[in-house]
């Protein structure tokens, strides 16, 4: 099957937030849903992907190039771990990684902090942050950054202020400090 990486993809949406931006919030949150499922899966069997990040990601598209989200790949499995192992390696990537990683602590919420930064670059589009990754200092002004959003202003479906503040929700409970 034909597709790219979800990092491709949100290049995409980056670069130009105001084109069909109704249509790119639905499929963005589609494809982090199914990677949620995906990961919830590999959570279910024990498992931890500890570096989720869109190039490790493939969404399909169809015959005229438009991604079709709710059927995803998953790759670079080299870090997957048992969530049960002793010995637990440091991995992921910066911009996505969890805090605890780095402390040696990882559990299955740290995959949940790096979909919750997943997110974050897909959606939040502003200037202030050039390479859209999520620093922890962002997370007070998290309500704000969405708000700014070039994606969420670029629509008034985009901007209705019920959805804003579900995905702001879903944001500051991905990306708490403490897991």
């Given at each position: 099957m034909a597709g790219k990486g979800f990092d491709l993809?949100?290049?995409e949406v980056r670069k130009q937030p105001d084109?069909?931006?109704e249509e790119r919030l639905r499929d963005i949150l589609s494809v982090v849903d199914a990677l949620t499922d995906c990961i919830k899966a590999l959570h279910t069997a024990g498992l931890m992907h500890m570096d989720i990040k869109p190039s490790n990601f493939l969404v399909p598209y169809n015959s005229d190039f438009r991604i079709k989200p709710n059927n995803v790949s998953l790759f670079d499995i080299n870090t997957l771990c048992s969530v049960d192992s002793e010995y637990m390696r440091i991995s992921g990537t910066e911009g996505y990684r969890a805090p605890e990683v780095l402390r040696g602590r990882a559990d299955n919420r740290?995959?949940?902090?790096?979909i919750g930064a997943m997110l974050f670059y897909a959606v939040v589009i502003t200037k202030d942050i050039s390479d859209g990754l999520y620093r922890d200092f962002y997370y007070s002004s998290i309500d704000q950054l969405v708000r700014n959003s070039e994606l969420f202003r670029a629509s008034e479906t985009n901007s209705d202020a019920a959805l804003m503040?579900?995905?702001c929700r879903i944001l500051e409970h991905c990306l708490a400090k403490d897991p």
């Open positions: 993809y949100l290049e084109y069909r931006p740290s995959d949940i902090y790096s503040s579900r995905i």
